[in-house]
């Protein structure tokens, strides 16, 4: 049996706090000079730019190309500050899950709102971007299902295999699964709690990934 894995980034394979999205918030600070431009405003399991979208309403700014243009070079700016600092760092045992992963028949892919930038710092950081030939990014659409249908078409056209998995920790990502008709692992690491995540019955709850490497043996 070959899987397509289907991994979120934030709160699944890294670990999100406070400090993660600190890249796309100085971003934003030089972008409007306005003091603590996030606050308020929830990060999880949205895309980059609808986030970006979000924050202009809030200071009764309106979106152009041009401003978000102005953004992206400001982020990758941060990014590049940033990519010594300890802001990024591997959830539980996401890394050795990964690379074991790696060595099976099983394809990894990504659905994530990151851009595929800012996912790429990340993943660099903890030595594991080089295990995703491929992903559904921020840039790939502004909501996570035509994210997740950009991401299945791209895998479509690299791998073969006979089911699908997606594994995330909120109830977007669970949402994704079933749109895209696949099974979910559901990690209690991220932005919703266990109890909130079993309100959707997902196929496995877990808070390590060791719990479920006999799914792929």
Do not use: C
């Given at each position: 049996?070959?899987?397509?894995?289907?991994?979120?980034?934030?709160?699944?394979?890294?670990?999100?706090?406070?400090?993660?999205?600190?890249?796309?918030?100085?971003?934003?600070?030089?972008?409007?000079?306005?003091?603590?431009?996030?606050?308020?405003?929830?990060?999880?399991?949205?895309?980059?730019?609808?986030?970006?979208?979000?924050?202009?309403?809030?200071?009764?700014?309106?979106?152009?190309?041009?401003?978000?243009?102005?953004?992206?070079?400001?982020?990758?700016?941060?990014?590049?500050?940033?990519?010594?600092?300890?802001?990024?760092?591997?959830?539980?045992?996401?890394?050795?899950?990964?690379?074991?992963l790696s060595?099976?028949?099983?394809?990894?892919?990504?659905?994530?709102?990151?851009?595929?930038?800012?996912?790429?710092?990340?993943?660099?950081?903890?030595?594991?971007?080089?295990?995703?030939?491929t992903g559904?990014?921020?840039?790939?659409?502004?909501?996570?299902?035509?994210?997740?249908?950009?991401?299945?078409?791209?895998?479509?056209?690299?791998?073969?295999?006979?089911?699908?998995?997606?594994?995330?920790d909120t109830?977007?990502?669970?949402?994704?699964?079933?749109?895209?008709?696949?099974?979910?692992?559901?990690?209690?690491?991220?932005?919703?709690?266990?109890?909130?995540?079993?309100?959707?019955?997902?196929?496995?709850?877990?808070?390590?990934?060791?719990?479920?490497?006999?799914?792929?043996?």
């Open positions: 049996m070959s899987y397509l894995i289907f991994f979120d980034i934030n709160g699944t394979i890294i670990e999100r706090d406070e400090r993660t999205d600190l890249p796309f918030s100085h971003a934003m600070v030089n972008l409007i000079d306005v003091d603590d431009p996030m606050k308020g405003v929830d990060t999880s399991a949205r895309s980059d730019k609808d986030v970006f979208m979000e924050v202009l309403d809030n200071h009764n700014m309106s979106f152009t190309e041009d401003l978000w243009e102005e953004f992206l070079k400001l982020y990758e700016e941060q990014l590049e500050a940033f990519k010594d600092t300890d802001v990024w760092r591997d959830n539980v045992d996401a890394v050795d899950f990964i690379k074991w060595t099976t028949d099983h394809h990894l892919s990504l659905i994530t709102g990151e851009l595929s930038i800012g996912a790429k710092y990340k993943l660099e950081k903890i030595n594991v971007w080089k295990h995703f030939k559904g990014f921020g840039e790939d659409g502004l909501r996570r299902f035509d994210i997740a249908d950009s991401a299945l078409e791209k895998a479509d056209k690299l791998f073969n295999y006979d089911k699908i998995i997606v594994i995330g109830l977007l990502d669970i949402q994704t699964a079933r749109h895209l008709k696949a099974e979910i692992i559901s990690i209690t690491t991220g932005s919703h709690s266990r109890e909130k995540l079993q309100t959707l019955n997902p196929d496995y709850l877990i808070d390590r990934f060791e719990e479920v490497k006999d799914v792929f043996k």
